[in-house]
């Protein structure tokens, strides 16, 4: 069963990648689909944070990876037992639930131990053995559960004890003497109709006389009782089923294999593998952070497909999703970008258009669907369009883009020029920004045969401090590079008032001789007109790693 589907934009995300999402889960739940959730790969970018905060927005889950886990994997259906519950009663429950296990639990729910059908092997091996001490913890109040016995006389019915169990089968004489070996206030009498039997054992101070069948107890012996404070319960079975039953009166927490630790829900598959293998039942309880259960895991269970499932958003080449996204099922991809896509299960539904920003696709799914846009959702999507076409001025930008914008305008009541120099000024600040965080805003990795690199890119309304912090950016570029093996990392610094850009490559010496856009300087080019990555530059970055190759 699909627990959740997770709409999900590329690593590192932008503007467009978020947007998407979140418009698109809205409108999956407002066809009626609840378990759609917008989720993000990375953290916000500053420009993302003030569209969001802007419209009111909530940002969408954060979700740093898909490495499989055990919340992926687990059974949500499960049944838990009170620690003092007798054990008769908590086996009859795992039996009719059909329960391979049963979590035991204090009253607040945290876990205390695991009942399976390897600890109650062993404790009906000891009920029958018959070399066995009758030593067990109960209570008089799980006595009379457990037998559905009636108090006659009662005394401290909650009070655990650890009771010793004797059989009045024996004639007078002998029975008061293996009562005198015993402390009487841990004993219970289990006996029939054997008024002497009843007698002595008042008279010893036993804890508890049980009488079985049924059978009254004299009136001055009930008296007796009182006097002496002796419990006395009528039972409905024979002594020899009474006998056997009375040690199921344990508190199921006594029975509890307390050597089987929990996991947790965020634990990996690969972590928890080992200890579902040392589990005699081969299934662990799944805790939360506060300890308590939330479900049931086992090996049987990792055998199936995830409760999640996935949908890509403003990507489609493996390199730019979350990482994991291997082992889900991939319902569909929404992109605009150039197809180097999975290999999915099964047939999807792949959209791919080529449109200056993923928002405008999904603006036109609503519409599509007939389902009318949200005043905040179309505030959204507008800057989505915006900040992808660098407001409607990038060569990535079509007429459907135009159309969609102003469509949206219309909508939101929002000027499109105001607005999108409102988003782009917002997100083009580097000051008090370290060069890391300026390059993994929005980066993304590309692969061309045997080499892969990666193309990061800011929007600035001037070039200067990235000129003045070049040797900076350049350093954490190659950083960068190193650490991923990649043949260059580069960061695209686009000015949005001259519509053209510069270029910082930290790269392989024998691919950087193969550049030939004009250099401004050491490592940094100057593109006349270039704004898109996707359009302009890839293809051109494409071509020289080719050549590399040839």
């Avoid at 804890?207 to 039972?235: H, P, Q, W």
């Avoid at 006594?254 to 996991?263: G, H, N």
């Amino acid at each position: 069963m699909t627990n959740k589907v997770y709409i999900i934009g590329h690593r590192n995300p932008d503007t467009d990648s978020v947007v998407a999402a979140t418009a698109y889960a809205r409108l999956k739940q407002l066809l009626g689909k609840k378990e759609y959730v917008a989720a993000r790969a990375g953290k916000l970018a500053p420009q993302t944070e003030y569209i969001l905060k802007r419209f009111n927005v909530e940002a969408p889950q954060y979700i740093p990876d898909l490495v499989p886990k055990t919340e992926y994997y687990m059974s949500e259906k499960y049944i838990t037992v009170d620690q003092d519950v007798s054990l008769w009663k908590a086996v009859d429950k795992m039996i009719s639930t059909n329960a391979s296990v049963l979590p035991i639990v204090n009253v607040d729910g945290t876990y205390q131990g695991l009942l399976n059908y390897n600890a109650f092997a062993l404790n009906s091996f000891k009920i029958l053995n018959p070399k066995r001490d009758d030593i067990f913890l109960t209570s008089l109040n799980l006595v009379e559960k457990t037998l559905n016995a009636t108090p006659i006389v009662e005394f401290d019915p909650d009070d655990y004890f650890k009771c010793s169990l004797v059989v009045g089968d024996d004639d007078t004489e002998t029975f008061k003497k293996i009562l005198s070996e015993r402390k009487s206030e841990n004993i219970i009498v289990i006996t029939g109709d054997r008024e002497d039997i009843q007698k002595a054992s008042i008279e010893a101070g036993v804890r508890a006389l049980i009488v079985t069948k049924d059978y009254v107890i004299a009136k001055e012996l009930r008296e007796l009782a009182k006097e002496k404070k002796v419990s006395v319960l009528s039972g409905h079975d024979s002594t020899v089923t009474t006998a056997m039953l009375i040690e199921y009166s344990s508190p199921v927490s006594a029975m509890a294999d307390k050597k089987i630790r929990p996991v947790r829900a965020d634990d990996t598959v690969q972590k928890i593998r080992p200890l579902l293998a040392e589990s005699p039942s081969r299934c662990l309880p799944v805790i939360d952070e506060n300890y308590r259960v939330i479900g049931i895991i086992s090996e049987s269970d990792l055998l199936h497909e995830a409760n999640i499932q996935v949908i890509l958003v403003d990507h489609n080449e493996p390199q730019q999703a979350v990482e994991g996204i291997e082992h889900y099922i991939i319902q569909e991809i929404i992109d605009h970008h150039r197809i180097n896509t999975f290999s999915t299960r099964t047939p999807i539904n792949f959209i791919n258009r080529p449109v200056g920003s993923t928002s405008t696709i999904i603006a036109n799914l609503y519409r599509e669907n007939r389902v009318s846009i949200p005043k905040d959702m179309a505030s959204l999507l507008l800057c989505g369009i915006l900040s992808d076409t660098l407001i409607l001025q990038s060569g990535t930008t079509t007429d459907y883009d135009v159309a969609t914008a102003e469509y949206l305008s219309s909508i939101t009541e929002l000027d499109i020029k105001t607005l999108g120099n409102d988003i782009i000024k917002s997100g083009s600040h580097i000051d008090g920004r370290s060069a890391q965080e300026v390059i993994h805003q929005d980066m993304k990795d590309y692969s061309e045969g045997k080499y892969k690199y990666t193309v990061s890119q800011i929007e600035v309304d001037s070039t200067r401090e990235i000129i003045e912090r070049r040797r900076e950016f350049l350093e954490e570029l190659e950083i960068e590079r190193r650490s991923n093996g990649a043949l260059f990392n580069a960061l695209l610094v686009t000015d949005i008032t001259k519509l053209s850009s510069i270029l910082l490559i930290a790269g392989d010496p024998k691919f950087e001789a193969l550049v030939n856009f004009p250099k401004r300087e050491e490592h940094i080019y100057y593109l006349k007109d270039v704004v898109s990555r996707k359009k302009q530059l890839i293809p051109l970055l494409s071509e020289l790693v080719g050549r590399l190759s040839d």
